[in-house]
């Protein structure tokens, strides 16, 4: 089945005309070793069906347990978006008939989420235009089972639509999954589609830094649903939201907004309703394609899992644990920048270059905050872009750009002779201090040593030696390009150029 | 609290059921039946009693996140009424249309 190109209108015009209302469901695979209900192991890219047991197969006469730790770990989270803890809550059945849970239902959670009303603070960067602050209310933060994986034969690309029948995966039914869900966020306008991306960014650091799941989009332990409807400009009255699934990267939020505004815009303008559907989003093109209507509302016939006891976290555990929670991005994003003494476009831009923490390890090993971001950002920026991998691949340690950066302070080294060093660290040639010591690279600056070579260079050019005697000191750089000659570039320059000043009675 | 026809007819599209027009009148006097028996519970003066979804009082009941050995595939595929590629083998999802 597929779906002719739908008629778009330019971004602009479309924000010209109507304003934007996104809300984001992001779906979190818990870092637990086992699953939710069952003791059953978590790894990723394991052999079909060799993760499962009686609870997690739905057998007959099994029974789930909670695993604790995935308890924890969603509280946190709660926490660390500024929710409200439940003091008493329920698991609840979502019964459907789709085989991807052999149950015939998922244990979730429904009208009594373990969160609720949180909020985060986000930092937008749109393109060509200075970054501003965005605060997105949550809605709630659940807990839920994962489902297993289809593969669907016969059809023509692998999808459900025309296949013949299916093969299901159960490994990763059961996984941990927790669901945040924002409130509709307004007001963003043509910033909508950065907002988006700067809020799954931010929500994806938050979790990292709690250690509560590796958050990698690629392998689907983040996975984004992106809701986006439209109103005419300045008339508050949204019209029917499309839900776009299948968002697997930070690039396809942005572009998946970008591209609904720009077809329901097209939609609206011929006249014509937005329905209320589930849409595809394709990572090739760019698009969105129909799925499943949700006109005919879904009947999930939710109820109490009789199961499953309530969770009741005791004032004291919800204590501890938010005494426990480590240091937030966004906190310690503000605490670098006051302790670097950095601009928000700074800030900015190591985020974007992905150095920040890169930065901040340089500077804890001992370089200062100023050295450390200039050769993140210039030098070994330029060798990652030209091998076009990041700047976290590089052979290259903070640490070890720490030391280089140390020894240029004390004058050990010069730039250059800081960048062959850099050179062979990266080529694989061993710590700073071992390539120093195994090519006798480091700074002159012992004065006799010095001495001899600038006597060398003057008895070597005597004309341009009188010129300087007769005033002409601008003439002392060929005596300097003759002295860094026979020191290899390893000569203190400023203090050869003194020298040959002084020994030319120019001083 | 009486069930109609179109609740009986909602309720077995759910659960996949076919049912006749004859059965549907059937099932709906029947469920009405069971429906006010139970509803019998609601005469019962239970102000201030919060209700419940489990007859034990208990919460909190955990386990530690600890990996127990798994089935293994040959185990869990044993019962299925087909697998292929070490998978459970099921009909077409989405019917045409
Ligand atoms: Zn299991």
């Known amino acids: 089945m597929s779906e002719t190109m739908a008629e778009l209108v330019g971004f602009d015009e479309a924000i010209a005309r109507y304003d934007p209302l996104i809300g984001l469901e992001t779906h979190v695979e818990l870092g637990t070793v086992s699953k939710m209900f069952c003791g059953c192991p978590t790894g990723f890219g394991a052999e079909p069906n060799t993760q499962v047991c009686p609870v997690c197969l739905g057998l007959p006469g099994s029974l789930p347990v909670v695993n604790a730790a995935a308890i924890e770990s969603t509280i946190r989270i709660g926490l660390a978006l500024n929710c409200s ?65 289809s593969l669907h034969k016969g059809g023509a690309t692998g999808r459900i639509h025309g296949a013949d029948y299916s093969l299901v995966d159960y490994n990763r039914a059961g996984i941990p999954l927790v669901e945040i869900v924002t ?77 609904e505004i720009e077809r329901q815009a097209a939609v609206l303008d011929a006249g014509r309703r937005i329905v209320l559907e589930t849409r595809h989003f394709h990572e090739d093109s760019g698009t969105t394609t129909a799925g499943r209507s ?108 720490a030391r280089v950066s140390e020894l240029v302070a004390s004058g050990g080294l010069n730039d250059k002779l800081a960048r062959q060093v850099l050179d062979a660290v990266l080529a694989g040639q061993g710590s700073p201090d071992e390539v120093i010591a195994a090519r006798g690279l480091a700074v002159v600056s012992d004065d006799s040593a010095l001495l001899a070579a600038v006597d060398e260079a003057i008895a070597a050019n005597p004309k341009v030696a009188e010129k300087i005697r007769g005033g002409k000191t601008a003439a002392a750089g060929v005596l300097l390009g003759a002295v860094m000659t026979t020191t290899r570039g390893q000569a203190d320059a400023a203090r050869v150029r003194e020298l040959i000043l002084e020994r030319l009675g120019q001083h | 609290m009486p069930i109609t026809r179109d609740e009986v007819a909602h309720l077995a599209r759910l659960s996949r059921l076919a049912l006749t027009d004859e059965e549907l009148d059937h099932f709906a006097a029947q469920l009405e039946v069971i429906i006010s028996a139970v509803a019998r519970v609601q005469e019962v003066t239970a102000e201030g009693i919060p209700p419940t979804s489990h007859a034990v009082p208990l919460t909190n009941v955990f386990r530690p996140d600890v990996v127990v050995p798994p089935l293994g595939a040959a185990a869990a595929l044993a019962a299925a009424p087909a697998v292929e590629e070490q998978r459970f083998r099921v009909p077409r999802i989405l019917t045409e249309g």
């Open chain 1, 85 to 149: 803890i439940a003091g008493w809550c329920r698991f609840a059945r979502k019964n459907y008939f789709y085989p991807d849970m052999p149950k015939d239902f998922q244990i979730s959670q429904y009208d009594e989420p373990l969160c609720t009303d949180g909020w985060l603070d986000v930092t937008v960067h749109p393109e060509g235009a200075p970054p501003s602050q965005l605060r997105v209310e949550i809605e709630r933060v659940h807990m839920e089972e994962d489902t297993g994986k």
């Open chain 1, 183 to 259: 409130k509709p966020i307004a007001g963003t306008g043509s910033l909508a589609p950065a907002a988006a991306r700067a809020y799954v960014t931010e929500l994806r650091d938050l979790l990292r830094s709690l250690g509560v799941s590796d958050v990698r989009m690629e392998e689907g332990s983040l996975r984004c649903d992106v809701n986006t409807s439209l109103a005419p400009r300045g008339s508050g009255s949204w019209g029917t939201r499309t839900e776009t699934k299948n968002v697997n990267s930070l690039r396809s939020v942005e572009r998946a907004v970008r591209y």
């Open chain 1, 294 to 401: 949700k006109e005919e509302a879904q009947d999930y016939r939710y109820f109490p899992e009789p199961d499953l006891v309530p969770i009741a976290p005791s004032p004291d555990w919800v204590a501890e644990l938010r005494a426990a929670l480590p240091e937030l991005p966004a906190a310690r994003h503000a605490r670098l920048q006051s302790e670097w003494g950095l601009s928000d476009l700074d800030m900015a831009a190591l985020g974007n270059a992905g150095a920040l923490d890169l930065v901040a390890q340089t500077v804890s090993a001992g370089a200062a905050p100023a050295e450390a971001r200039k050769w993140w950002l210039g030098e070994l920026r330029q060798r990652a872009n030209t091998e076009g991998i990041e700047l976290t691949a590089l052979a290259v340690t903070p640490a070890q750009v």
